[in-house]
């Protein structure tokens, strides 16, 4: 009787989760009450406070179920990353996987940064993938290595793959496709020599 209880609550949790993101993928902002999700998951709005407190420990929950379902189908870890051939083959598991996850992929890009972003854990994962990144680029000035990665991991991102392909219409495999092209040519590029330099685009600007 216990492992049944422990089953409907989980089931319950998730439906309220998966009404959650869509609420959010079908409004495309924030603007909704816990009763609406607990009318779209068919549960009592009871249940959804028994489950989470407050908005924001939902919004929170539905971040952590998103990183949960990433790992699950095998999303990599930016801490296993050590070569610019694992960044790129990561960056194309990752585009797949926020396809196949779909609606809560797009419920999350949509989520202001404020809420996506109060993970510790998600913050640390993005500090490590900016210093593999500017690793990259050994010959390159400490602080240009530094912006051209920050740079670089916001074309990686969550949010590049949702405007991409749900609002631009490109195919998850073209955008796999140019990313991963557009980052080996950066990272390339900065390490040729060819770095951004204000004085020489205000010299070529200037008739």
Same mark, same amino acid.
């Given at each position: 009787? =216990? ?18 993101? $869509? ?15 607990? %009318? ?13 407190? =407050?908005r924001e420990d ?8 998103f990183d949960d379902?990433?790992? %699950? ?9 050590? +070569? ?6 990561? #960056? ?9 996850? $779909?609606?809560? +992929? &797009? ?59 749900? &609002?631009?219409?490109?195919? #998850?495999?073209?955008?796999? $496709? ?12 900065? %390490? ?9 685009? =205000?010299?070529? %600007?200037?008739?």
């Open positions: 009787m =216990t492992d049944l209880r422990t089953r409907q609550r989980d089931l319950a949790r998730q439906s309220i989760l998966d009404a959650c993101a $869509d609420l959010i993928t079908e409004r495309r902002h924030l603007d909704f009450a816990m009763r609406d999700v607990a %009318e779209r998951a068919g549960v009592s709005l009871r249940t959804v406070y028994n489950h989470f407190a =407050t939902l919004l929170d929950a539905l971040g952590q179920d379902q990433m790992a %699950e189908r095998g999303g990599p870890d930016a801490r296993d990353l050590r +070569s610019g051939d694992d960044l790129l083959a990561a #960056v194309r598991t990752n585009l797949r996987l926020f396809d196949e996850l $779909d609606g809560i +992929s &797009e419920a999350i890009a949509q989520m202001p940064l404020a809420d996506v972003g109060r993970h510790a854990k998600r913050a640390e994962r993005t500090r490590i993938l900016v210093d593999h990144l500017a690793g990259l680029m050994p010959n390159v000035p400490a602080d240009d290595a530094h912006t051209i990665a920050v740079v670089l991991r916001h074309l990686l991102s969550h949010r590049s793959w949702f405007w991409l392909t749900r &609002e631009y219409g490109l195919d #998850v495999d073209e955008v796999a $496709d140019v990313i991963t092209w557009a980052t080996a040519t950066l990272v390339a590029a900065a %390490e040729a020599g060819d770095l951004p330099s204000p004085d020489e685009l =205000t010299q070529e %600007e200037t008739p």
